[in-house]
């Protein structure tokens, strides 16, 4: 079972990069790449009517 990485602490910021270790698995990461994408549907917001 991997870890999932919910228990961190910053480490430093370098370049505008901000580090993160893991208190549980001790790994360190980039915070972006800890950031989860927010997932979009398929569906397309309907589409509004211009007002005459």
Do not use: N
């Not at 990485?5 to 990461?29: P, W």
């Amino acid at each position: 079972m991997s870890c999932e990485h919910k228990r961190t602490e910053f480490l430093m910021r370098r370049d505008g990069v901000d580090y993160l270790r893991c208190l549980e698995c001790d790994q360190v990461f980039e915070a972006e790449d800890l950031e989860q994408v927010p997932i979009y549907e398929d569906e397309e917001e309907p589409r509004r009517k211009r007002a005459s």
